[in-house]
């Protein structure tokens, strides 16, 4: 009766269909690769074998999800999906026979990010380390700083706040062009685009969180006599971490984006927009997707930093203990 009952619990029927997923994933690999040797090989007949080996993985995924209880489930499940979704790319480009200038496969776009390793090491540091963290500071904290000074000074809402909003209705497309006149076509040109991607996201959320205080609360700092600096330090900004760590999340990807993009309009001979631009002219689409994994994998990464950094600094919050 035991054994029967642990073998009907959540974790057991998980284990069960992520094995089952992976013993069938790896016995359709090899049909196909046998299938493939013949002659007349014709992709459609294994159509229906692909579509059982999707159900029982979408299975073990939904049943891993639906764990409770460790920390770690969210994380594997996350990379079960991925793996599961870099498994089913593999083998529809294999099966189709799709050309690698319309979709590369993951092995090979893996192949070019070792044989490459040097180049795109380059570039992410041209974009990644330059530019776009340094405008993403600078883009940030003047965010922040025009916050606070808006609050402080209410009258300054009618001047710098109209003015400020004037930064995120630009077009990216026709500021970068500019900033490169101005700053050269080295990396300053991206941080000022950047910053001005990044300015007014965190404008705005500077002034969402400081409006985030009770008036309850308010009332007993006046009580203690404490003044605005006071105030500020011990009971505004800390009810101001979640929107200010949004605003740091959201202006992480903007960046990143906007980095990339401005490369386009003028660069040196390094960058990760200078490499998808170029590539892309030449057809090289596994340097390409190359260069955009490496850009979609900082993103991630500084998000998750970024989140880490967030439960650290704000645990208290109701926000982040639901999490």
Same mark, same amino acid.
């Given at each position: ?16 269909? %992520? =094995? +089952?997923? &992976?013993?069938?994933?790896? !016995?359709?690999?090899? @049909?196909?690769? *046998?299938?493939?040797?013949?002659? $007349?090989?014709?992709?459609?007949? %294994? =159509? +229906?074998? &692909?579509?059982?080996?999707? !159900?029982?993985?979408? @299975?073990?995924? *939904?049943?891993?999800?639906?764990? $409770? ?6 994380? +594997? ?247």
């Amino acid at each position: 009766m035991s054994v029967a009952r642990d073998a009907s619990t959540p974790g057991a029927k998980a284990v069960f269909a %992520l =094995v +089952a997923g &992976l013993t069938l994933a790896a !016995a359709f690999w090899w @049909l196909l690769d *046998r299938a493939q040797q013949q002659a $007349d090989f014709q992709p459609m007949p %294994l =159509v +229906a074998p &692909l579509l059982v080996v999707m !159900a029982i993985a979408g @299975l073990g995924v *939904r049943r891993l999800a639906a764990l $409770d209880g460790r920390p770690w489930y969210g994380t +594997a499940t996350a990379a079960l999906f991925g793996l599961w979704l870099l498994y089913f790319w593999q083998v529809g480009v294999t099966l189709f026979d799709v050309p690698k200038v319309l979709l590369p496969s993951p092995a090979w776009i893996a192949q070019m990010l070792v044989d490459r390793w040097d180049t795109l090491a380059g570039d992410w540091v041209q974009t990644v380390a330059k530019a776009v963290c340094i405008g993403w500071a600078l883009g940030s904290g003047l965010g922040f700083i025009v916050g606070v000074a808006i609050d402080r000074a209410p009258f300054l809402q009618r001047g710098l706040l109209p003015l400020a909003s004037l930064t995120s209705t630009v077009p990216l497309v026709a500021v970068a062009p500019i900033m490169v006149m101005w700053f050269g076509f080295e990396w300053p040109s991206k941080a000022a685009v950047v910053v001005l991607m990044t300015f007014f996201p965190m404008l705005v959320a500077t002034l969402a969180g400081l409006q985030a205080a009770g008036r309850l609360e308010l009332e007993l700092m006046k009580t203690y006599a404490a003044g605005y600096t006071r105030t500020l330090r011990d009971l505004r900004l800390p009810m101001a971490m979640p929107f200010l760590f949004s605003a740091l999340k959201v202006n992480a990807t903007l960046a990143l984006i906007g980095a990339i993009v401005a490369e386009f309009f003028g660069s040196p001979t390094v960058g990760l927009g200078f490499r998808i631009s170029t590539e892309a002219a030449r057809m090289n689409m596994g340097l390409v997707w190359s260069a955009i994994v490496v850009a979609a994998v900082t993103g991630s990464v500084a998000y998750a930093l970024l989140v880490q950094l967030e439960r650290r600094v704000a645990f208290w919050h109701p926000s982040v203990r639901s999490k």
